[in-house]
Structures are given as C-alpha cells and as structure tokens.
C-alpha cells in the first residue's frame, strides 16, 4: 500500500505556542490510525492541524501534494475532512440541511446526487427517515450519524475522526465503528481517528499512536499487539517518566 498521507516534523501551535509535535508518521492507503491518550494530550491538536484549522509548520503531504500552506477549504477540496467532537450540528436546522452543508464546495445539484447515494447506504437510513427532523431533537447516536454523513458529503480520501464515540452508548459506538470501517475499505481511502476509549481503539484500529504532552510517546505496527490495559500501563509509565523527567530539571 502506498501512503496517503505523509507527515514530516509537523508542528501545531495555538496562538504562538507549540502544542503539538514535532512529529512524523505516514498513513497509508486503507488503514485506520487510531491515536490515543489522554484528554489534553494532543490528539485533537493534531487533527485540526492537518485540517489547517490550526497554524502548523513542516511539511504535510496528501496523495503527492503538498497541503501546510494551503487553506481548510483547499485541504478539503485536495481529499481532507474533518469531523470535529462534539459534532457541532446546528441544532435548528433539519437533518438534510445539516447533511448538505458537507457539500457547500460543490454546486446544488452535485450535492443532491451525493445525498440520494449516501442515504442508500445501510448506516445512513435516518437521512430519509429523519430528513425533516432538527438536528437537535436527535440521540446523541443519531446526530454523530449525521456528523459523519455531513463529513463524507465532500468525498474525502482521509476522514479526521475527533473522539466520534463520546458519551455514546454500545450500540451507537458499534455502528460509528462499521461506518469507519466500511469507509476504510473503499480504495484509496484512510481513517485518522482520535480515541480515548481504549476498547474501541484496539477494536477498530491498523495501527495505534498513543499522544503525551504533544508529542508521539509510542506507536504500533498492528494494533491488536496491545490490549487496552497495556496501553493504560505504558501511558501511566510515560507520564510517570515525563513527571519525573520535569522534576528533576526543576530541582
């Protein structure tokens, strides 16, 4: 597999503070990097980064080009999308409307086409079901369902995945892992997903990348090499390594 994203001494800053990096990995064509780590490690950082939401520094390549400069609407018409936590609906507004705000790039009709196509798939059937009802009425489940569909609108070849399973229930989790998973088959295509549920992460992912303090504290060639207590472990030990590391250049 040759790889579809290429990340080179990546930098995020907020403001004029690094928070992330520097790091390098590659993604390749077909798989699913799921990064781990604690809430304030850096995970999400990262992924508004690659989406540009974010100033960065390095070098940042989708499928051969290079993106760090570009905009978060370029990085979306070069095959990059972002499906941020909380999902960020707009709760007054119906299921279709929040849906084709996803395609706002394209012209009306294309939109419309990509819709008809995406509520034929199996996980998407509230998109008919539910196309007149507001966004804010929905489960919590059903409204990442609709985060996501909003997400593929713009025909990604990289879907950025922020914590899609919080606060939901097994069921919902289950379902959102189908539709990552089904994504993740089409040809050409990969997920980046940042996971604090460890079950879900090892369930899911090709590969782990486990965040600390902005930086890549470890990552796997296999996920299924690591069990969720063993990731636990190995993160407690690097944040224990980190505090003391802090302390003894304090001391």
């Known amino acids: 597999m040759s790889a579809l994203l290429q990340v080179r ?41 690659l989406a540009g939401v974010l100033p960065t520094g390095g070098s940042v390549t ?68 539910r196309s007149t009802q507001r966004a804010g009425t929905l489960s919590g489940g059903q409204q990442q369902i609709v985060a996501l569909a909003r997400a593929l609108m713009s025909h990604p070849r990289l879907l950025l995945l922020d914590e899609p399973t919080a606060g939901l229930a097994p069921e919902a989790r289950e379902q959102v892992g189908e539709i990552v998973q089904e994504f993740a088959r089409l040809d050409g295509h990969s997920v980046i997903i940042a996971e604090e549920n460890l079950d879900f992460a090892c369930s899911i992912g090709s590969r782990l990348a486990a965040f600390l303090g902005g930086q890549l504290l470890f990552h796997s060639s296999d996920a299924d090499r690591f069990t969720p207590s063993e990731i636990l472990q190995r993160l407690l030990e690097g944040e224990a390594h980190s505090a003391a590391q802090s302390g003894g250049s304090n001391a």
């Open 9 to 49: 001494e990546f930098v995020v800053r907020r403001g004029a503070t690094p928070v992330v990096g520097p790091i390098s990995l590659e993604v390749t064509e077909g798989e699913i990097l799921v990064l781990v780590g604690r809430n304030g490690s850096g995970k999400s950082s990262f992924l508004s980064g």
């Open 62 to 129: 989708l499928i051969g080009r290079e993106i760090i400069k570009e905009s978060p609407r370029a990085r979306l018409l070069a095959g990059l999308a972002l499906c941020p936590s909380e999902r960020h609906l707009f709760g007054d507004l119906t299921v279709r409307e929040n849906v084709l705000l996803g395609a706002y790039t394209t012209g009306r009709r294309e939109a419309q086409e990509r819709l008809v196509v995406l509520k034929e798939r199996t996980h998407f059937q509230l998109l008919g079901d």
